[in-house]
């Protein structure tokens, strides 16, 4: 009778236990099922900022390369929002608090870069997507340590503290791969650099790991299979003193999209890349109406590497951090009409193309002088279009202005790009699908 007890215990005690495994095993198949169907993250996120990207450019680009009827890869991004972008302290937005918001999420005042206003450093996009496993990348056509940029990895209160922001860069082993235009932040003066405490940051990069490369042959010859330690400092055909090196030497940041994205692939938990179209404000920064042009449909056709490479799950926002220079399109062109055609007079001797402030401005007003030696139209050495594309007002580089800008999504969590929305969402949009 009472080995018959202990047998009975012993099967309850058995079935006990085989109900808690099954109860085990049924509840981490839920979480497996919830994680990886229910809420299932993108493996790839991309944010492409478009400096100085308002609405008013996507169809001036759009005209400009192929006439009215042209379409833009923006143009089949499924959701889009127009973006407010106004500082902490002001109306305007600077370089610097635009692309602080992006990065943080957080309005920060003009000149900051990532901090509150007692300085308090603030958590970027690029350390949460660290800190939960991802691999990071930053690429731009101009330099890394632009406020674009910089917001995403360094704390300071002057964006212009150069030296701080490369050593931040480096110290802070935030970011995987790194692609820039320049190498004169990173190098001391006897390197032909510019630092003023002497240190040598491309040797540090070198020295903590990562491979340098320093043309697009180098990059190219990564192998996609490398551990992603990767810094590149290419020449700048538009800044470099090389003027011997071949235009060829010089990646689009296309080619840089490209092989970053082969690279942060290796990851199993996904990546994060920030990439930067800078030089779309450089242009617009001198009244440079067809050089912005250009590089505005360079940053679409950036778009269309990043989805061709990180594939249709993954997220891709693209969006303006604040519009610059007043750039319009005047007059009645031809429906066909498009490049050259648009740059210069119109029939009636009227520009076609205008900029409300900037160095080719008409007049001065108040402490804004039009400099005593140079002439409206004479500003870049004379050259013979200086004078069709005008600006209304003078100022030493082209005014931010308060429009809005634009953004543009696709993949996990782009929904939310909708109606007009405040540019701190683009942070949450991303955190959200880390």
Not at 48 to 54: F, K, P, V, Y
Not at 217 to 233: D, H, Q
Not at 312 to 337: E, Q, Y
Not at 352 to 374: D, L, N
Request: charged share 20%.
């Amino acid at each position: 009778m009472e080995l018959a007890r202990r047998y009975i215990a012993l099967v309850k005690w058995r079935n006990q236990l085989l109900a808690l495994l099954c109860l085990a095993v049924f509840a981490g198949l839920g979480v497996l099922y919830f994680q990886h169907w229910v809420v299932q993250k993108p493996f790839g996120i991309i944010l492409i900022i478009g400096e100085g990207l308002a609405p008013e450019r996507i169809a001036l680009t759009r005209v400009y390369l192929g006439g009215s009827d042209a379409h833009l890869a923006l143009d089949g991004m499924p959701h889009l929002a127009l973006v407010t972008n106004h500082s902490r302290d002001f109306a305007v937005s600077d370089q610097a608090a635009a692309a602080s918001a992006l990065a943080t999420g957080v309005k920060v005042n003009n000149r900051s870069l990532s901090v509150d206003p007692n300085g308090k450093p603030l958590s970027s996009i690029i350390e949460l997507a660290r800190n939960r496993g991802r691999a990071t990348g930053l690429v731009t056509n101009g330099s890394l340590t632009n406020a674009t940029c910089a917001a995403f990895y360094a704390h300071a209160s002057n964006a212009n503290d150069i030296d701080q922001v490369a050593r931040q860069l480096v110290e802070g082993g935030k970011i995987d791969i790194c692609l820039g235009m320049s190498a004169a932040e990173f190098l001391p003066k006897a390197k032909q650099g510019q630092r003023q405490d002497n240190r040598d940051l491309m040797l540090e990069f070198r020295q903590n790991g990562f491979d340098v490369v320093r043309s697009r042959a180098e990059l190219e010859s990564i192998p996609v299979w490398s551990r992603p330690k990767l810094f590149g400092a290419f020449a700048d055909r538009d800044n470099d003193g090389r003027q011997g090196q071949a235009w060829s030497d010089e990646p689009a940041l296309s080619d840089m999209v490209r092989r970053a994205i082969e690279l942060l692939q290796y990851n199993q938990r996904g990546y994060l890349l920030i990439v930067d179209a800078a030089r779309m404000r450089k242009a617009a920064e001198t009244n440079n109406s067809e050089k912005t042009l250009t590089e505005t449909a360079e940053l679409d056709h950036t778009l269309s590497t990043a989805q061709r490479y990180a594939g249709a799950k993954s997220t891709i926002i693209v969006c303006g951090d604040t519009a610059i220079g007043g750039l319009h399109l005047n007059g009645f062109p031809f429906r066909k009409d498009s490049g050259i055609a648009l740059v210069g007079l119109n029939p009636s001797g009227e520009p076609w193309m205008t900029w409300a402030t900037g160095p080719k401005g008409m007049q001065s007003y108040g402490a804004a002088r039009i400099p005593e030696r140079e002439t409206p139209g004479d500003l870049n050495g004379g050259a013979s279009n200086e004078q069709t594309e005008p600006a209304a007002f003078y100022a030493k580089s082209a005014l931010n202005t308060v429009e809005d800008v634009v953004s543009f999504g696709t993949g996990p969590g782009t929904e939310a790009l909708d109606g007009t929305i405040d540019n701190t969402q683009i942070f949450k949009i991303l955190r959200d699908e880390l």
